[in-house]
């Protein structure tokens, strides 16, 4: 089945340093979402990239889709310690649209 | 109205117990989910209702078992369950748009301890 992996598993940065998790699948994604889930608490949508080499930014988080549409990446600049959390990628494939894969998880600590 | 609310946030019950979990959204989407996550591990799919049918089930035992009543409503009946189900359990909703576009909202979970 499919599988998607995400490194690091764990990171810890100083505040104000940048930030990427990598995220990859070992099957072509119709698409590609991530999500960020605080400490007890649950899944929160943050974008979606649909086209190969899409980019998309959101203030200090930048969204990478790959041309070949098996990897994705998420840069978060000077990071602050409300981006601590738990960034999850989840893919969906080509053939069942309503089935979405979590990736493994990148879990980020943020020291003042 | 973005959200998707379950009820209720904690249960703990033993392994003879029958419970049900519940899911509500207003949002008008028509696919729901019910996703487990244990800790430290991403959600895991266990069943989607699209258009008030069971369209996927990713072979879950017997002991969980789903109930859509109508196109706001999830339930998730439980019975007989073991200590290893004890997990953040998890729903969701979509639209259903176009297939590469369907954007999933969580609820805040059911946190379930089996004893």
């Known amino acids: 089945g499919q599988q998607v992996m995400q490194i690091p598993q764990y990171q810890h940065v100083q505040e104000g340093e940048d930030f990427t998790t990598y995220c990859n699948s070992s099957?072509?994604?119709?698409?590609i979402q991530w999500y960020k889930q605080r400490p007890g608490g649950h899944p929160v949508f943050l974008i979606q990239?649909?086209?190969?080499?899409e980019v998309k930014k959101q203030k200090r988080l930048t969204f990478q889709f790959g041309e070949a549409k098996k990897n994705s990446s998420l840069h978060i600049t000077a990071t602050q310690t409300t981006d601590v959390g738990t960034y999850f990628c989840a893919g969906r494939s080509s053939g069942g649209y309503q089935k979405v894969t979590f990736g493994t998880g990148t879990k980020l600590q943020v020291i003042p | 109205d973005t959200e998707v609310t379950q009820t209720p946030k904690h249960l703990v019950m033993g392994m003879t117990n029958k419970k049900s979990l519940k899911c509500e959204q207003h949002m008008g989407h028509r696919a729901m989910y019910w996703y487990k996550q244990k800790a430290k591990k991403p959600p895991e799919l266990m069943f989607v209702?699209?258009?008030?049918?069971?369209?996927i089930n990713e072979s879950v035992p017997s002991r969980f078992s789903p109930e859509c009543p109508n196109s706001s409503l999830l339930n998730l009946h439980l019975h007989a369950l073991q200590p290893e189900d004890s997990a953040l359990y998890l729903c969701a909703s979509s639209q259903l748009t176009s297939g590469r576009t369907d954007t999933q909202y969580f609820g805040p979970g059911t946190r379930l301890t089996v004893l």
């Open positions: 099957t072509t994604l119709s698409n």
């Open positions: 209702y699209s258009y008030e049918k069971l369209s």
């Open positions: 990239l649909v086209k190969s080499g």
